[in-house]
């Protein structure tokens, strides 16, 4: 009797064990997003088995429709910037917030445009890429209330839309100057387009560290505390996939239908600006630098610009096993 309960046991616990079905975590990304690649490195090289997780990306055409969908539970995971998600949580929706890369994007400007500061683009046409709660757009406007006395949301005509469709808008000469990825900014400078402002340049005027990441997975906290394992696995694999694409060239090879061009120069580059990306700490130090760098923001730009959030909420930075 005591035999057969022992394996009943044993049956039972094993029986389990075989059902146990991986965690399953929806990451919301841009086609045509510098998350895509490494989802796909993660896929690939079966990062996500490997801690016990499956990754399902879900792909959207804008950051407007991958927010939302964080917003509606449609997704788990996303990447943003973090003082969207201060601005969320002031509103009450408790996301959080751990660094993706500290790449950043650039303003730039067509050569010969006569465009050289901030004040040359008062009455011009500027694209826009994330909208106009991108982090991006938040900075440059902080620095054109600081530098030229004004708002250039006033005195510009922003025009909001996705990657692509801005590269088109400015080579075809329809917008006078574009805020874009880093990505795609490589691709248009190569193409002869003139970088005004990088988004580190911005921060650092406003006396900020470039050191700081603006990027990261964003995810509702109660989601993340009921599936912490879930959710360190997956930043693991994400560390993973970061070390891979680091150091081997084949993998750059095998992505290259992800990186849109035929172009071994712009290829280069986008291998270059992603590694040159990859976070190497991420400690209390930068959180104390983007609560100042927040601070400047809320100065200049008031509610207007930042939201109810007078401060920016250390509990938007998730602590990891890590740390």
């Known amino acids: ?41 993660i896929t690939y090289h ?21 927010k939302i969908a964080l917003q509606a539970d449609a997704v788990d995971l996303i990447v943003t ?18 660094p993706y890369s500290r790449a950043v994007g650039a303003l730039l400007v067509a050569p010969g445009s ?16 994330g909208g106009p709660l991108d982090k991006s757009w938040l900075l440059l406007r902080a620095l054109s209330k600081r530098d030229i006395g004004a708002d250039l949301a006033d005195v510009a005509e922003p025009v909001f839309g996705a990657p692509p469709l801005l590269s088109e808008e400015f080579s075809a000469g329809r917008v006078e100057a574009v805020l874009t990825y880093w990505h795609y900014a490589a691709r248009l400078e ?4 003139t970088p ?4 580190a340049d911005m921060v650092e005027r406003l006396g900020g560290s470039a050191d700081v990441p603006m990027l990261g997975y964003a995810f509702d906290e109660a ?12 930043l693991e694999a994400s560390r993973e996939a970061k070390t891979v694409l680091a150091s081997s060239e084949n993998e750059w090879e095998r992505l290259t239908p992800l990186l849109g ?17 990859i976070l190497d700490h991420w400690r209390d130090e930068e959180r104390h630098a983007a609560a100042r760098l927040y601070d400047v923001l809320v100065e200049l730009g008031g509610e207007r610009l930042v939201g109810r959030a007078r401060s920016l909420d250390f509990a938007t930075f998730w602590r990891s096993r890590e740390e």
């Not at 996500?48 to 991958?66: G, L, M, S, W």
């Not at 004040?119 to 826009?128: C, E, H, N, T, W």
Request: without cysteine.
């Open 190 to 193: 190569a193409a002869g387009a």
């Open 114 to 129: 006569g465009i050289h500061r901030l004040a040359d683009l008062k009455g011009k046409r500027v694209g826009v890429v």
């Open 261 to 277: 061009t035929s172009d071994a120069k712009v290829r280069t580059a986008l291998k270059i600006g992603y590694r040159a990306g």
């Open 223 to 234: 989601w993340a505390a009921q599936h912490r394992e879930a959710i360190e696995n997956f």
């Open 46 to 66: 079966r990062l996500d088995t490997k801690h016990d997780i499956r990754v399902v990306p879900i792909e959207f055409a804008t950051n407007d429709a991958a």
């Open 196 to 199: 005004l402002l990088s988004v």
């Open 81 to 98: 910037d973090w003082p969207w998600v201060v601005r969320q949580r002031a509103d009450g929706a408790r996301f959080s917030f751990t």
């Open 1 to 41: 009797m005591a035999r057969w309960l022992f394996y009943l046991i044993v049956l039972v616990l094993t029986t389990g064990v075989a059902s146990a079905e991986p965690a399953i975590l929806r990451v919301g990304l841009l086609k045509f997003g510098t998350v895509a690649w490494e989802i796909d490195t």
